[in-house]
């Protein structure tokens, strides 16, 4: 008797991370897959991921270097997400950090893990990362893992690539965000405001000018 070694299914698409406040409708929508790792870069990349932060319930795990000159300011952080919330690990060697984000990711303990690297890893790395997000949704909502490196990026096999800078007006914070690339959507640019703290961003259909820095949630930390 033989058996079919093949079968069809309908292709189910992961769930996605929305990074606009709920209930905001952009086209093309800016949304990051589940149970797979992003990259995030330019210089307000580290802003980039306290509005993913802001997205998810629960906690959120901060990998850094334990060399790393700067940590996030939790007065700057009241801004973007409960500080409260963040849990910080230092690593004290590279293959620490890669470590760390893999075991938490496959662990599914936090819906959101952060690394905040030196230099974008080579693609083995990033493939263990995807199958640990993948094994950590197994009993439930898949962690997002999100790389921040530095410059333009350039992590080999990553899901999506996003530069994120500041083009602040005055009081008026606002953000232009690339998607730089993604497996399944086309490149494509927003400027994005926030016009209260803690409100969200909202689509911001002026050009305005840019600033050079990030923003008050970095500060500085004795060498």
């Known amino acids: 008797m033989?058996?079919?070694?093949?079968?069809?299914?309908?292709?189910?698409?992961?769930?996605?991370?929305?990074?606009?406040?709920?209930?905001?409708?952009?086209?093309?929508?800016i949304t990051l897959e589940r149970g797979r790792a992003h990259e995030a870069c330019g210089p307000a990349r580290r802003s980039f991921a306290l509005w993913l932060a802001a997205s998810t319930q629960g906690?959120?795990?901060?990998?850094?270097?334990?060399?790393?000159?700067?940590?996030?300011?939790?007065?700057?952080?009241?801004?973007?997400?409960?500080?409260?919330?963040?849990l910080f690990v230092a690593a004290p060697r590279r293959e620490d950090q890669l470590?760390?984000?893999?075991?938490?990711?496959?662990?599914g303990a936090a819906p959101l893990v952060?690394?905040?690297?030196?230099?974008?890893?080579?693609?083995?790395?990033?493939?263990?990362?995807?199958l640990a997000a993948e094994q950590g949704g197994s009993l439930g909502v898949a962690p997002l893992?999100?790389?921040?490196?530095?410059g333009s990026g350039g992590a080999a096999?990553?899901?999506?690539?996003?530069?994120?800078s500041p083009a602040h007006q005055g009081r008026q914070r606002i953000w232009q965000l690339d998607r730089l690339r993604a497996r399944t959507q086309p490149p494509a640019c927003w400027r994005l405001q926030q016009k209260a703290p803690r409100s969200g961003l909202q689509l911001c259909p002026a050009p305005q000018a840019d600033l050079?820095?990030?923003?008050?949630?970095?500060?500085?930390?004795?060498?």
């Open 157 to 164: 096999g990553i899901e999506s690539r996003w530069h994120m």
């Open 59 to 86: 906690p959120v795990l901060w990998i850094t270097p334990q060399w790393q000159p700067v940590t996030l300011n939790p007065d700057g952080m009241m801004d973007f997400a409960d500080p409260a919330r963040f």
């Open 145 to 150: 893992a999100l790389l921040l490196t530095p």
């Open 99 to 107: 470590w760390a984000i893999e075991e938490a990711l496959r662990s």
């Open 114 to 130: 952060v690394a905040d690297l030196e230099e974008p890893p080579a693609m083995t790395p990033v493939r263990r990362l995807h």
């Open 212 to 223: 050079p820095s990030e923003g008050p949630h970095l500060r500085a930390t004795q060498q």
């Open 2 to 29: 033989s058996t079919h070694l093949l079968s069809r299914h309908s292709h189910r698409p992961r769930a996605s991370l929305s990074l606009l406040t709920r209930g905001a409708a952009i086209t093309p929508a």
